[in-house]
Every structure is written in C-alpha cells, then in structure tokens.
C-alpha cells in the first residue's frame, strides 16, 4: 500500500499544485477491552490466554486528539466516493468549514468579553441558544456560559433520512442542566422509541469539520469532553464462541457528547454508503 501510495502522490500534487503529507494512525492498543463469556466471566482463548479486542472506533477520540492541526475534516472509509462525483462532497467540506470558521470567530470574542467584570449575557446567551444549539437553563451564570463557549465545536453535514441503517440526530439532556445536540445510534435508543429514530428527517453525519483548539490557540483534551455513560456491550464471537465485548463511547456519539454540535443539511450526493459487499455495486462507486 505504501509503495501504490508513493507512486500516486507526485501525480495528484503536479494536478493540484499541492503538497501531500499522508500518515496512518493506528488505534492504540491500551484501549482495547476485556471480552466476557455470556456469563460475565473472562473469555479465554484456545491456549488459555484472555482476549482483548479493540473497542469500537470511539477509541480513536485519542487518535484525533494527537492531530497537529487547527480544523480536522473527519469522513468514513466507506463514504468516500469517485473522483468524477466529488464535487459535491468538496463544495460542502468547505462549506462546512466556513460555518465552522465564523462559529468559532464569535465563540472566542465572547469568551474575551466574559473576561471582563459586568459583562452583558443576554446576546451571549442568545448565541449559545440560537446559533450553538445549546438551551440554558434559566438560572444560567458567567460560570455556565464559558464553560459551554470553552469546549471543541464540530459541525456535522447530516443528510436527509432516506432509510440507510444507522443513527442520527437528538436533543439530549446534560448533568448541568444544558440541552444540546447529540447524535444517537440505534443500539442507544430503547425499543419503544425506534419510532422517533425512524421518522426522523436525517441521518448519520456524512461529513465532520471539527475545532480542537480554544480561544488561546492551545489544543483542548478531548478525552475531557466525551461521556464515558454511553459506551455498551455488543454480542461478538471468536473462534466459533459466543462472546461480549465492551465498546467505548462512539466517536460521533458519546466520544464528541461534550462537544459544541450544528447541524447542516448536505445533499445526498455527498453520502456513499458501504455497509455490505453488494453496495459497492451502486453508481457512486462505479
């Protein structure tokens, strides 16, 4: 792979008149998680060793973390479509960013204006409610405002609903009293209210943008602002054995719950699923 890799960079870098610096990130294997018998008792292999497995892509909120850059463009493997139908997967990536962008330009104009004894908070408030999609309590304080403005930002390009298994988009309730965007996958939705998931009108991102530093230009922590609550257990097997296996709070899910979130329609050219073998067989990947 790195050898078809070198070959193709000089290429794409004469076409575009830029420089690539391409590098893989592995997940770290201190994340993986103990797998249990059905019974709850560790789940050993032939040889009498335990097993271990990676703990679901959640994980990788380490991996974005060690990132060495302001903004982060974040999009699945199996998303990713042909050349001759990136264009509107490349408009809205940048589109994305400038949302991002101006968000991020009054986050830190308010956050210096807090800084200062007697500031007015009603257009601050009014920022974080009608733009960051945050509802504040009533009883809300300068102590509450920074703490929402001073977190990471993304941006998630969500398309229309159109039946691909998968989540998409809530309103949560936070321990501080706040209510904020969250996006839920199906195995976090109890039985009863599938219903909602299913009626509702978008999907699963298809594209993140996401602000790692704060207004200091430091990079926030980001194993600070996941919520270690949605994690869950999934039936597995290895070796022909039944199995459970604890996976870390997703990536987009409970590993970014902490996050600032917007929401932005994107048109469903930008979205190419591959869930099984055969949907490599549709047009966007031809």
Not at 8 to 34: A, C, H, M, N, W
Not at 133 to 148: A, E, F, N, S
Request: hydrophobic share 40%; aromatic share 8%.
């Amino acid at each position: 792979m790195y050898k078809r890799q070198a070959e193709k960079i000089p290429g794409y870098e004469s076409r575009f008149g830029v420089k690539y610096r391409i590098s893989f990130s592995v997940q770290d294997p201190s994340t993986d998680t103990l797998a249990v018998n059905p019974d709850c008792t560790p789940f050993r292999r032939a040889d009498g060793r335990l097993l271990f497995r990676p703990a679901g892509h959640g994980a990788l909120i380490g991996n974005l973390g060690k990132i060495d850059a302001d903004i982060v463009f974040v999009k699945n493997i199996d998303n990713v479509t042909t050349d001759a139908r990136r264009g509107d997967t490349v408009l809205y990536k940048k589109a994305l960013a400038g949302v991002l962008l101006a968000l991020q330009e009054r986050i830190f104009e308010y956050l210096m204006a807090l800084e200062v004894p007697g500031a007015e908070l009603e257009p601050i408030a009014a920022f974080i409610e009608n733009e960051l999609c945050v509802k504040l309590p009533k009883d809300y304080g300068t102590p509450l405002l920074r703490r929402v403005l001073n977190r990471p930002i993304r941006v998630c390009g969500m398309v229309r609903n159109e039946g691909e298994p998968g989540g998409g988009p809530f309103w949560a309730v936070n321990d501080d009293g706040t209510e904020s965007l969250q996006i839920a996958e199906s195995s976090q939705i109890a039985p009863d209210d599938l219903p909602l998931m299913q009626s509702a009108t978008h999907f699963n991102p298809v594209d993140l943008v996401c602000g790692v530093r704060d207004s200091k230009g430091c990079k926030f922590d980001l194993r600070r602002y996941t919520d270690p609550a949605t994690g869950f257990i999934s039936s597995k097997s290895s070796g022909g054995r039944d199995l459970r296996a604890q996976e870390l709070p997703g990536l987009w899910n409970g590993a970014m719950a902490k996050w600032n979130t917007v929401f932005v329609d994107v048109p469903v050219t930008t979205f190419s699923p591959v869930k099984v073998v055969q949907d490599l067989l549709r047009p966007q990947h031809q």
